[in-house]
């Protein structure tokens, strides 16, 4: 059972913009990191951001440096994933995940330590 539920996913033009929500279901995710993956067809998964359970840290893969912007609620138990300027490139399958790390101020993109996942939401850019 997927402790995470994704929404906000769909069908944009490039050059267009979504915004990614993710909600922990069962779980609290203060003091988790908390990353966004994608994984397209016929590739691995790859982290897109993370925030770090501080909050006080981000990381970003290179391709999305500028165009993305991953964001946390707390008081919502939620985390958000900003996609503007997107690109062909950039369709897949969206998963947001959570873990703790020794720092709260620690991101990661590798997806292995993650251990909190979602079932992911599809972003299709189109022209």
């Known amino acids: 059972q997927s402790q995470f539920v994704e929404s906000g996913g769909g069908l944009v033009q490039p050059g267009g913009s979504l915004r990614l929500s993710c909600a922990a279901s069962d779980f609290t995710v203060n003091s988790y990191a908390i990353g966004w993956f994608r994984q397209a067809p016929g590739k691995e998964r790859e982290g897109v951001a993370c925030?770090?359970?501080?909050?006080?840290?981000?990381k970003y893969a290179d391709s999305v440096k500028g165009r993305f912007t991953i964001s946390r609620d707390n008081t919502k138990n939620m985390a958000f994933l900003q996609m503007n300027s997107l690109k062909s490139e950039d369709t897949a399958v969206y998963y947001c995940?959570?873990?703790?790390?020794?720092?709260?101020?620690?991101?990661?993109?590798?997806?292995?330590?993650?251990?909190?996942w979602g079932q992911g939401t599809q972003v299709t850019v189109y022209s």
């Open positions: 925030i770090s359970g501080s909050g006080g840290s981000t």
């Open positions: 995940a959570a873990v703790i790390f020794q720092s709260l101020d620690y991101a990661s993109l590798f997806p292995g330590p993650f251990n909190y």
